[in-house]
């Protein structure tokens, strides 16, 4: 059982702590392909929670739960200890419920994050990237705000510094194609990415409404969807 002291808040304090989650996917290939993967088995992917830098997280993250497609053997997956990832291959694209637990100490609820497995290349360049079998990145970064520690969490907190980052970033989609080039570099492109399908996207939409438009000036209704 915790002492009072130990769940005693300190007061006016925030403490942040970085964290990267998403995927990444291969696909697999006849050259890669073994023979006890089921042949409509499409990527190997691994989804995870780490260090933005790969550091060890497991200092206030006790453990990580993925809750997978239902169709996946042991869809609750739970990691007691780093790596906390999971490892699959298959074919399509789903939403995975990702759970995290702080240390029994923080007093903290445990976060619960959405992540869509990305299998397919996108941006700018995914045809390419689909050419090339290229390996796709699907990361979001987050900040976990420690709204005034218990004092035994303030110390583990304290005692464990995070890398010095840019200014904060929380919520930012953290998108790459590739693994080479520095953690910034990577974002400053991701950033771009997201912002580049964005703008395609909004043209899409533009174009959608304008033909919706010119079928109800011919017509006179909306055609069904």
Do not use: C
């Not at 964290?19 to 006849?30: C, L, M, R």
């Not at 996108?122 to 705000?145: M, S, T, W």
């Not at 590739?178 to 899409?204: C, F, N, S, Y």
Request: hydrophobic fraction near 30%.
């Amino acid at each position: 059982m915790p002492t009072p002291s130990s769940t005693k808040r300190v007061k006016g304090v925030q403490i942040y702590r970085p964290i990267v989650y998403g995927n990444i996917a291969t696909p697999i290939t006849k050259e890669n392909r073994t023979s006890n993967l089921p042949p409509e088995h499409t990527h190997r992917w691994t989804v995870s929670v780490k260090g933005v830098y790969d550091e060890d997280i497991s200092y206030f993250v006790k453990r990580v739960q993925f809750k997978l497609h239902e169709t996946y053997t042991n869809a609750t997956r739970t990691l007691d200890a780093p790596p906390f990832e999971v490892s699959e291959t298959g074919w399509g694209e789903f939403d995975i419920h990702i759970k995290i637990f702080f240390r029994t100490e923080s007093g903290e609820k445990p976060l619960q994050l959405y992540h869509h497995l990305t299998l397919h290349p996108f941006g700018p360049d995914k045809e390419i990237a689909k050419e090339q079998n290229r390996p796709v990145h699907a990361y979001q970064y987050e900040e976990i705000l420690f709204n005034e520690p218990t004092e035994a969490m303030y110390e583990v907190l304290t005692s464990n510094k995070a890398p010095e980052l840019a200014p904060k970033r929380t919520g930012k989609i953290m998108y790459a194609q590739d693994t080479e080039g520095e953690e910034e570099d990577r974002l400053a492109e991701a950033i771009k990415q997201v912002q580049e399908l964005k703008e395609e996207t909004r043209k899409k939409l533009i174009d959608k409404e304008k033909a919706l438009a010119e079928m109800k000036a011919a017509t006179g209704k909306y055609p069904k969807s």
